[in-house]
T-cell receptor, first 114, second 112 residues
Framework: DGGITQSPKYLFRKEGQNVTLSCEQN?????MYWYRQDPGQGLRLIYYSQIVNDFQKGDIAEGYSVSREKKESFPLTVTSAQKNPTAFYLC?????????????FGAGSRLTVL | GQNIDQPTEMTATEGAIVQINCTYQ??????LFWYQQHAGEAPTFLSYNVLDGLEEKGRFSSFLSRSKGYSYLLLKELQMKDSASYLCAVRDAQAAGNKLTFGGGTRVLVKP
């Protein structure tokens, strides 16, 4: 079955450590996204990529980095520069172009900073 | 920029109807989406409106009025499994990358 796989599901990090969240999709989608979700708040866009080897900052990119070396993969690194990294992170993908372009989401990764 | 408002929480009884409102302000409207999200899980797509009017999908319907910057999601014949958060999201025509802006979500609690 096609879908998006995020790992790990739960991650604990000490302050000052970088961590990388994995996102893999087999939907043949060109576009991929990373969102952050905090309790009681909407999803906020961190980074997005429309094609391989290209990505753009979203609304809250500071303290995060991404890469898009393969169409299927869009890993997110949460760096020590991110001051409040504890959150639920969602990866999504979609086709490009006009129209509905519905987002398909992964199951999420919950990061807790100790 | 965009601003999206929806109620924080609503409670309804099994078998009843609930209407979740969403108001938005955007510089270049290019579609409105509703997603359902159960606690700790991925959001799943429910509906898409780009033209004014009502879109019906089984027990769920979504309405859009572009002139009023207003949408609602109507859930009929509520079931316990409908207890979830419902996210309203608006796409900006002037934003690259199919960028969606999400509201804070409305948590719906269905009681027996």
């Amino acid at each position: 079955d096609g879908g998006i796989t995020q790992s790990p599901k739960y991650l604990f990090r000490k302050e000052g450590q970088n961590v990388t969240l994995s996102c893999e999709q087999n939907l043949n989608h060109d576009a991929m996204y990373w969102y952050r979700q905090d309790p009681g708040q909407g999803l906020r866009l961190i980074y997005y990529s429309q094609i391989v080897n290209d990505f753009q900052k979203g609304d809250i990119a500071e303290g995060y980095s991404v890469s898009r070396e393969k169409k299927e993969s869009f890993p997110l690194t949460v760096t020590s520069a991110q001051k409040n990294p504890t959150a639920f992170y969602l990866c999504a993908s979609s086709i490009r172009g006009s129209g509905a372009n519905v987002l398909t989401f992964g199951a999420g990764s919950r990061l807790t900073v100790l | 920029g965009q601003n999206i408002d929806q109620p924080t929480e609503m409670t309804a009884t099994e078998g009843a109807i609930v209407q979740i409102n969403c108001t938005y302000q955007t510089s270049g409207f290019n579609g409105l989406f509703w997603y359902q999200q159960h606690a700790g899980e991925a959001p799943t797509f429910l509906s898409y409106n780009v033209l004014d009017g009502l879109e019906e999908k089984g027990r769920f319907s979504s309405f859009l009025s572009r002139s009023k910057g207003y949408s609602y999601l109507l859930l009929k014949e509520l079931q316990m499994k409908d207890s979830a958060s419902y996210l309203c999201a608006v796409r900006d025509a002037q934003a690259a990358g199919n960028k969606l802006t999400f509201g804070g979500g409305t948590r719906v609690l269905v009681k027996p």
